[in-house]
């Protein structure tokens, strides 16, 4: 079945820098496109970047120049580099695949950006 397991959140300074991986099972990874979406309580769940099968990666505008997207098709895994962290990108961050054109998330890791 498809897994999809995230890490690498934890507590930041604001100004610091994290790395997000998930690493992914059951389903053809180097054929499908990977995202990084974002969730604070009492908002909707955001998309903060999409990387295709291809390395075309596409950014939230609030997250440009800021954050970076990747992939280890090799390994199954994708990243997400955030650097300049700010309060407002307090979230818990969750890895998304369509599949068979079910959409399958993890499970979430948590970031919070505090002094």
């Known amino acids: 079945q498809v897994q999809l397991v995230e890490s690498g959140g934890g507590l930041v300074q604001p100004g610091g820098s994290l790395r997000l991986s998930c690493v992914a099972s059951g389903f053809p990874f180097i054929d499908s496109p990977m995202s990084w979406h974002r969730q604070t309580p009492g908002k909707a769940r955001e998309r903060v970047a999409t990387i295709t099968s291809t390395n075309y990666t596409i950014y939230a505008d609030f997250v440009k120049d800021r954050f970076t997207i990747s992939r280890n098709d090799a390994e199954k895994t994708t990243y997400l580099q955030m650097n300049a962290l700010k309060p407002e990108d307090t979230a818990v961050y969750f890895c998304?695949?369509?599949?068979?054109?079910?959409?399958?998330w993890g499970q979430g890791t948590q970031v919070t950006v505090s002094s």
């Open positions: 998304k695949t369509k599949y068979r054109l079910t959409d399958y």
